[in-house]
């Protein structure tokens, strides 16, 4: 199995740098290479600050393209990756935003992601637009500014790779098909709610995550719309969303990897009203997606080539 890039599975990380940039128009393959392989190699990190205070801090970088994008580097493409077409409709819905390039940067040194971050963007500056530039953060023990704990259900272990990676044989294996979401919180109306509406809204209890149950959970519950099952198999997917922002705005930066492109379609489709039930997630009423991408996250050996 080639080796999937690290940075996806490393966790609880305290400071994330999220960035989307499409590219310019007329940009030649060449140029578009060469600029990429200079930002994934780090070419042009100042680290000011570490030179002078002797502070050594990893930075977990993930990259991952869109199918275009994919494709213009001659990429080894999984058979499933496509754009981002949307979800829902009426007034619920997910909004598509497909872009070209995604960075994720994150560890426990905001200063050293700041640098990391702040050199691939001047290497990408000639080919690439930034779109999405979002600072992320640890909210408390693992919690979505909601105040509900974010990643309870997640899978843990070898799980995670079983999960989240493209299997062995299979095009793109060792590398994982991501989406990501911006979503923007209505935290006064949430916070406005009683905590056992809150509750309701989540499907789980606030301070200790424990699942609500029998008449006690509602049909459009978080939990309820996005545990989805598909002939007895759990749609898993491995999440490592991201609080961010500041008072005046703030939400999640869903961010999710998976074996399978499909289960994100599926889970989409039930939190957005649009499978069988017709039901919408209560989720939805408290928060508003403004963007929308898949991603390919290639295997380590895959990125490479391009660097
Ligand atoms: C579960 C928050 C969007 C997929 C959860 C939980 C919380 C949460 C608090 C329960 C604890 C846990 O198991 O992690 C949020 C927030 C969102 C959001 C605040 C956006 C504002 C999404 C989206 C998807 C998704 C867009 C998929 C496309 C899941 C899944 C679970 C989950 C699969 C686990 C369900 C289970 O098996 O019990 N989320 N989520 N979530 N969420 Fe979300
Ligand atoms: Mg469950």
Same mark, same amino acid.
């Given at each position: 199995m080639p080796t999937p890039q690290p940075g996806i599975f490393a966790e609880r990380t305290h400071s994330h740098m999220l960035l989307e940039y499409q590219l310019k128009d007329g940009v030649d393959d060449a140029s578009l290479c060469r600029a990429l392989g200079a930002a994934v190699r780090g070419e042009g990190q100042t680290a000011e600050v570490t030179e002078l205070t002797g502070q050594q801090s990893p930075v977990n970088v993930v990259w991952a393209f869109g199918a275009d994008c994919w494709a213009r580097l001659d990429g080894d493409a999984p058979k499933g990756l496509r754009s981002f077409a949307g979800a829902g409709k009426g007034d619920t819905v997910a909004p598509a #935003?497909?872009?070209?390039? @995604?960075?994720? @940067?994150?560890?426990?040194?905001?200063? %050293?992601? @700041?640098? %990391?971050?702040?050199?691939?963007?001047?290497? +990408? #500056?000639?080919?690439?637009?930034?779109?999405?530039?979002?600072?992320? &953060? &640890?909210?408390?023990?693992?919690?979505? +500014?909601?105040? &509900?704990?974010? /990643? #309870?259900?997640?899978?843990?272990?070898?799980?995670? =790779?079983?999960?989240? +990676?493209?299997?062995?044989?299979?095009?793109?294996? /060792? /590398?994982?098909?991501? @989406?990501?979401?911006?979503?923007?919180?209505?935290?006064?109306?949430?916070?406005?709610?009683?905590?056992?509406?809150?509750? =309701?809204?989540?499907?789980? #209890?606030? !301070?200790?995550?424990?699942? !609500? =149950? /029998?008449?006690?959970?509602?049909?459009?519950s978080h939990v309820s719309r996005s545990d989805v099952k598909v002939d007895g198999v759990g749609q898993k997917l491995y999440r490592r969303s991201v609080p961010y922002g500041g008072v005046t705005e703030s939400g999640l930066y869903f961010l999710a990897f998976s074996r399978d492109i499909e289960r994100y379609e599926r889970i989409l489709a039930s939190m957005f009203g649009t499978s069988g039930d017709g039901v919408h997630d209560r989720l939805t009423e408290m928060s508003t997606p403004v963007t929308g991408s898949y991603w390919f996250a290639p295997s380590a050996e895959e990125l490479s080539r391009i660097a």
């Open positions: #935003t497909q872009r070209d390039i @995604f960075i994720w @940067f994150h560890g426990d040194n905001h200063s %050293a992601n @700041f640098d %990391a971050a702040l050199a691939a963007h001047r290497a +990408l #500056t000639a080919v690439a637009e930034p779109l999405l530039d979002k600072n992320g &953060f &640890f909210y408390w023990d693992s919690r979505d +500014l909601s105040g &509900f704990v974010d /990643g #309870t259900e997640n899978p843990e272990g070898d799980e995670q =790779k079983e999960v989240a +990676l493209i299997p062995d044989g299979e095009p793109g294996a /060792g /590398g994982s098909y991501v @989406f990501s979401q911006q979503w923007i919180h209505k935290l006064d109306a949430m916070h406005a709610l009683s905590q056992a509406d809150q509750e =309701k809204m989540i499907g789980r #209890t606030k !301070l200790d995550s424990v699942e !609500l =149950k /029998g008449d006690a959970m509602p049909d459009n």
